[in-house]
DNA sequence: GAAGCCACTTGATCTATATCAAGAAATCAA
DNA sequence: TTGATTTCTTGATATAGATCAAGTGGCTTC
């Protein structure tokens, strides 16, 4: 069994057939470090699994660049309002490091149904997974410190604090590299 | 057509059949200003569409409250994680006004797509398109002062500053009262 | 292994926003 | 109406976090 149907397992709770049915249509892929997945502006026609490897969500503003999200190993990647309703994507998606990932084309996506029966169910549930987080995100910005945030973060994703560069983070955490570099200093003592 | 029907339509894209099944399913109900529409820890077994007055979405912590959204006329208002995955409301919910609102339980709401073919694809878009609103409200965290997140509101929901205590708006937009304040001023001259 | 480039750190200072404390205004209750 | 709450404003002050400006220490590249 490959990364890409252990995972979609534990997370779709697939019978052993459906899992191989919905795993063909994935196709490896493979993105250096520095080149784009997805650029503002273009059409999202793809959905992927990473499957090693980091991903770097983030828009450019004029004076900074604002790091939205980091995608890494067991993560989906993809612009979801760009892969639902057809829009430019609103997100750069860029590779911090060389990132396997397995891919599925948007018209492939949207012909699951056709084939596993209970993948409109199986959709839901995961946007509204994905909603949930979201929620709790938000929530952490209306009622935290960038200290709490900071650790918060730290415990459920240490491994992020050691492969990426801390600004990316930083940015990801709604504070600057400096704060940042100083909340890490007293959380080490 | 009733004011549910019509606000289905826009957003849905419903056959008048379909609009019609749909909504057979919603009774009316009237919340009293003060009382709570879902407590948190309690089971969210519902999901209404709000025809007039405001709930408002809140938790308590320690030394305050925290709101985290206002449902207004024509939002539809639930807990999602809790109607979707039958998990406890991580969210209180409270009338600020005498509301009224027409509710599909869950029972209902999951047989939906019995009636109506379409139903699954309809609620992915729905629910799709609330994540990428949290998306974008996560990135004002990410990027926008606080001035600069009020302006956006006020200018995206001008009502909900005659209406509702700025208070519940402060803490929504993540600032508190007196800064509120203080930008409210300003803008107004 | 020197030169250059990043990423990170550290200190000094600044500023947006929070906190604390009163008062004014609005709303509610009887 | 009148008093009692609650909400909003305003000023004074404090502080978390930003900004600015040098460093330092790795990596990379030739």
Redesign the interface.
């Known amino acids: 069994m490959t990364d890409l149907e252990q995972y979609l397992q534990t997370y779709f709770d697939f019978t052993q057939t459906d899992l191989a049915k919905v795993a063909a249509f994935f196709k490896p892929e493979v993105i250096r470090k520095g080149e784009f997945y997805l650029k503002i502006g273009k059409p999202c026609q793809k959905l992927s699994f990473l499957q090693s490897g980091m991903l770097r969500v983030f828009?450019d503003?004029e004076d900074r660049e604002?790091?939205?999200w980091i995608s890494t190993k067991g993560y989906f990647i993809t612009d979801?309002?760009g892969l639902?309703?057809s829009k430019p994507s609103?997100w750069n998606i860029q590779a911090l490091t060389d990132t396997a990932v397995y891919t599925i084309d948007k018209t492939d996506y949207d012909s699951l149904?056709k084939y596993i029966p209970r993948w409109?169910?199986t959709?839901?549930?995961f946007?509204?997974?994905?909603?949930?987080t979201?929620?709790d995100?938000?929530?952490s910005?209306?009622?935290k410190t960038a200290e709490e945030r900071y650790n918060m973060l730290f415990e459920s994703n240490r491994e992020l604090f050691n492969q990426v560069p801390l600004q990316y983070i930083a940015?990801?955490l709604?504070m600057t590299p400096e704060t940042f570099s100083r909340i890490r200093r007293k959380q080490l003592n």
């Open positions: 828009v503003l604002v790091t939205q979801l309002a639902v309703f609103r149904s409109p169910e959709e839901k549930l946007i509204a997974h994905c909603f949930s979201l929620e995100r938000v929530f910005f209306l009622s940015s990801m709604g």
